[in-house]
């Protein structure tokens, strides 16, 4: 196991900013990462006095994708709270800098340079010495609570329990839904064997916070265990005057070109190859649409590469590799319309958050996941399906005052929901909750 020493956290460093990811060019620029003034928050009615965290992260931490940029977010929302974070994670990954936050990576036997998103034989393997660690930390420290995400969850519960620790179980997925993609373990016994292990997990957590559109099947599944909900916020460092125009010229696309964008991972439950059949629809009534799909790595964007070969070589479609953090404003800057437009999927993806805050008009597919934030004053909803997928891009490219009034709409919601100090008072909330839970099951 490594702990990362305060130069060697200096030389690789992601600072994280008032809640944003500095890297690169900008962390010279930024302004130092001393620990912010702590608001009057309400949730301090009764903060513990001993607030020691270990959170347990099974990602490569940090990089730019949706899991560990949620990790992130909770970590600075932590210090900010005056918690002290022992975080361990992967040995893969950009080290970070949060005030109060000690990062600590497990072994690298295998000397593993990257995961890919999902299930894969590398995350496997690394989760073996993430237990390992999540045993020796437990041993060898006094934490007040255990913050473990995804199936990090199942060792901790088990050994919460010895260690008398309390347990939050960051249920970032269903894992069942998730595996029941791969080949094999969607088999009926195999999915049932995998519903009984999470209901185990759900039932024994002394907290359960979700994400998006995860609640309802925890209420189900485990009513008696306390549930709390993310609702993340949009925090990226906003895009600089121009930088929008500048993009466009290096895309080489005319300024008189609508964009249609889509940004986030290219798996395969995102609806990619959907949104793909629905291009020649609408570039059949607007010809000089311009469609740009971001977020491609490891090789996940080749299909896509050869689907739409000729519409690359037109111009018409963008295919671009997945983007730094602060990159990303730029990018929500160019669309005319953005568009998520997953098929499946019981969490909320991040990308909808920074879609409300961009202000830009969304369209995006009718599932219970994207209706726990929007709803048809504030996005165009349509049914999973290419010709309803055209249909809705449609309706906003050639009605701009509608879009202008959804894109109005989303950015107030944005605006009123999803800001730092509310998402900060909420983490204090969850964490003042398990510790009043675990209190009273101790009694």
Avoid at 87 to 93: F, H, K, S, W
Avoid at 231 to 241: E, F, N
Wanted: charged share 20%; net charge positive.
């Amino acid at each position: 196991m490594v702990t990362q020493s305060d130069s060697q956290l200096a030389e690789r460093a992601v600072k994280l900013v008032d809640g944003h990811a500095v890297t690169g060019a900008h962390l010279a620029a930024a302004k130092p990462a001393d620990a912010p003034a702590v608001p009057l928050l309400k949730s301090y009615r009764s903060a513990p006095a001993y607030r020691r965290v270990l959170l347990v992260a099974p990602q490569p931490f940090y990089e730019d994708r949706g899991t560990p940029i949620a990790v992130r977010q909770v970590v600075e929302g932590l210090s900010q709270l005056g918690y002290s974070v022992d975080l361990l994670t992967y040995p893969v990954g950009s080290d970070i800098q949060v005030p109060g936050v000690r990062l600590i990576r497990t072994a690298n036997p295998l000397r593993f340079k990257s995961v890919p998103v999902g299930l894969s034989a590398k995350k496997l393997l690394l989760d073996i010495p993430l237990t390992v660690a999540l045993l020796s930390r437990l041993r060898s420290g006094a934490y007040s609570c255990i913050h473990a995400v995804e199936e990090a969850a199942f060792p901790a519960v088990l050994l919460g329990r010895h260690y008398r620790v309390p347990v939050i179980y960051d249920m970032q997925s269903s894992l069942p839904e998730q595996l029941a993609t791969y080949p094999g373990l969607g088999a009926t016994p195999i999915r049932y064997l995998l519903e009984q292990l999470e209901a185990w997990l759900l039932r024994r957590a002394d907290m359960v916070v979700s994400s998006a559109g995860l609640a309802n099947l925890v209420r189900q599944v485990a009513p008696q265990t306390p549930l709390r909900e993310w609702q993340y916020p949009s925090v990226m460092v906003p895009a600089a005057r121009g930088d929008a125009e500048r993009l466009r010229r290096r895309l080489a696309i005319p300024p008189d070109r609508p964009v249609v964008l889509y940004g986030g991972t290219f798996q395969s439950y995102q609806g990619l190859g959907q949104l793909m059949e629905a291009i020649p629809a609408v570039r059949a009534v607007m010809p000089d649409a311009t469609f740009v799909l971001v977020g491609a790595e490891n090789g996940t964007g080749a299909a896509l590469r050869a689907q739409g070969a000729a519409l690359i070589q037109s111009g018409a479609l963008h295919v671009i590799d997945r983007q730094p953090r602060h990159e990303i404003p730029s990018y929500l800057g160019l669309a005319d319309v953005l568009v998520s437009p997953r098929s499946y999927g019981g969490n909320l993806p991040l990308k909808v958050f920074d879609y409300l805050a961009a202000g830009r008009p969304i369209v995006a597919t009718d599932i219970p996941t994207h209706r726990t934030v929007l709803n048809e004053d504030r996005a165009v909803l349509v049914p999973t399906g290419s010709t309803d997928l055209a249909r809705g891009i449609l309706s906003l490219l050639l009605d701009p005052e509608r879009a202008e009034r959804l894109a109005r709409a989303g950015r107030k919601y944005a605006e009123e929901h999803l800001g730092w100090a509310r998402f900060v008072d909420s983490l204090g909330d969850l964490y003042e909750a398990v510790h009043q839970h675990a209190f009273a099951q101790s009694a």
